[in-house]
């Protein structure tokens, strides 16, 4: 079957399209954002400005503008920006708005159908063997508009582009999606004063997670609009009946038309990336970027983000690769991302978590995240678990941090011997009276005890050590040459080296206690 071009429309229906658009002429008559969500900003923009030509043109240069106007939506659409099916109802939005510009219907539709005949698209010729002519795709680059780049999360995550979000299993990935649909879903704003987003729809993938037990707790937990997250669970098979997973290779058609039957998609959560393969290898880079370019396609077209959570590999504790090489499979997830971050463990602190940049192509480098994880009580007998921020960003080195968390997760139980090392080193350098603290920082990071950019209230194991030693900082001088110092307390608060001592083989009683007093059996 042929498809052929459609026939000039007859007087009787030319008057009764005139008379259904007249009746509902007004501003939005035909909206520029479903033309921009359906075809795209730069087709938007052709019939805006056609639009805009034809009515700041004189009466007496309207028809010449209009007849312009027709000439420049046929080659759009001979070019592949518009459907050939719209040329003719846009340009008589356009006569009706401006009263036909004082001609008879007769004659605009044939200015109209005339415009129609010149576009030039081969036919789908569905009975053919031979497929179509293969041709590049290709455009003037004076022809094309710049666009301002729109972010739904200011600087971390922007419309229509992939964003990945990686990190060990465990760690909060998942509550992340969920905080990020409820802020969407809500227009609500960020954290640590990074600005807000319009609200908007979510369309929500999950394969590891049970939707009633685990995905809607979280949603409820982080304040979704539930009404705006779509959960997607399975697609029809090819004929049409029973279920299979959503496939990037097969169904990113079934996804475009979800999100267009939806109108407001913001955002996409795919969760995790490597279940919707559809078999693929997801370590080839050639094969991923065929499975990853439709989805680009797609959601460029229509402005929505995707965030895309995947896992870290491995391979990195020795400190010989960077967290941008440790996310799970190909290259070409990384390099078809325009931002990656990960969701790192705080090395000191097994309660807190880390959102750290690995990759941002589009905007300046982000500043680190801290959360902790919180139960809350969200129906009756149901818990689920939300992200709790702190009030600041924090300046950890994301391959530092990989690296320093995985080293200690592989010593567990043996955290013990750094904090002696810092009680040893405190004693050593306090033993002869108080001393600046910008001082005691920096021998400790020349001892490898402290990292380059941190401060040692910032960390931990000093922390911990300053409070065995009844370490004290006091505030010398006022005004601008004033100082802070540390110094030993008179009592120490504990030994070294007592802690975790087997009972039988405890501490010696006989020897001069911490007070001056022998200790002993009383």
């Not at 009764?16 to 730069?42: C, F, H, I």
């Not at 010449?64 to 459907?83: I, K, M, N, V, Y």
């Not at 959360?371 to 709790?388: K, Y």
Request: aromatic share 4%; glycine share 10%.
């Amino acid at each position: 079957m042929t498809f052929q071009s459609r026939s000039p429309l007859t007087p009787a229906e030319v008057a009764r399209r005139a008379e259904v658009l007249t009746a509902s002429r007004g501003p939005n008559l035909t909206s520029e954002k479903a033309d921009a969500r359906q075809y795209g900003e730069r087709a938007a923009g052709i019939i805006r400005e056609c639009k805009r030509d034809v009515a700041l043109a004189s009466n007496d240069g309207k028809l010449a503008a209009f007849e312009a106007a027709a000439t420049a939506l046929s080659a759009a659409a001979t070019d592949r920006w518009l459907p050939k099916a719209i040329i003719a109802d846009r340009l008589q939005e356009i006569a009706v708005a401006h009263s036909f510009f004082g001609k008879s219907q007769e004659e605009i539709q044939q200015i109209i159908s005339n415009a129609v005949a010149k576009i030039d698209v081969p036919p789908i010729d569905l009975s053919a063997k031979a497929p179509p002519k293969r041709r590049l795709i290709a455009h003037r680059a004076s022809e094309l508009e710049p666009e301002k780049l729109v972010w739904v999360w200011p600087g971390r995550i922007p419309e229509g582009k992939l964003v990945l979000l990686g990190g060990p299993p465990g760690l909060g990935k998942s509550q992340w999606t969920a905080f990020i649909s409820a802020t969407v879903s809500n227009g609500g704003r960020w954290p640590c004063g990074e600005g807000s987003t319009l609200p908007g729809d979510v369309i929500f993938m999950s394969a590891e997670d049970g939707v009633q037990d685990t995905i809607i707790p979280r949603l409820i937990a982080a304040g979704a609009d539930r009404e705006r997250v779509h959960i997607v669970s399975a697609a029809t098979k090819p004929d049409g009946t029973g279920r299979k997973t959503f496939s990037l290779k097969t169904d990113v058609d079934l996804l475009e038309e979800m999100a267009k039957r939806i109108g407001t998609v913001k955002l996409i959560i795919v969760d995790p990336i490597s279940a919707y393969m559809g078999g693929s290898d997801c370590n080839g880079n050639s094969e991923t970027r065929a499975l990853l370019e439709p989805l680009a396609d797609m959601t460029n077209r229509l402005r929505i983000a995707v965030v895309a959570v995947t896992h870290l590999n491995k391979g990195g504790g020795a400190g010989n690769q960077s967290a941008l090489n440790r996310f799970v499979g190909s290259i070409a997830f990384v390099a078809a991302a325009r931002a990656a971050f990960a969701v790192i463990e705080d090395p000191e602190d097994d309660g807190r978590r880390f959102l750290l940049e690995a990759k941002n192509n589009l905007g300046k480098k982000c500043k680190g995240l801290a959360f902790r994880l919180e139960q809350r009580l969200v129906r009756n007998d149901v818990m689920s678990s939300n992200v709790m921020f702190e009030g600041d960003h924090v300046s950890e080195s994301i391959d530092e941090a990989l690296t320093a968390s995985e080293n200690r997760g592989s010593k567990k139980g043996q955290s013990g011997s750094g904090k002696e090392d810092v009680m040893r080193f405190l004693q050593d350098v306090l033993s002869a009276g108080a001393v600046d603290v910008l001082e005691v920082e920096r021998q400790a990071r020349a001892a490898a005890l402290l990292e380059d950019d941190r401060r040692l209230n910032k960390s931990k194991v000093f922390r911990d050590a300053r409070d065995a030693l009844g370490v004290t900082s006091s505030r010398e001088g006022f005004g601008p040459g004033s100082r802070f110092v540390l110094a030993l307390s008179a009592t120490p608060l504990a030994p070294i080296g007592a802690i975790d001592v087997p009972s039988q083989n405890g501490a010696p009683m006989d020897d001069m206690g911490a007070n001056g007093e022998f200790g002993g059996l009383q």
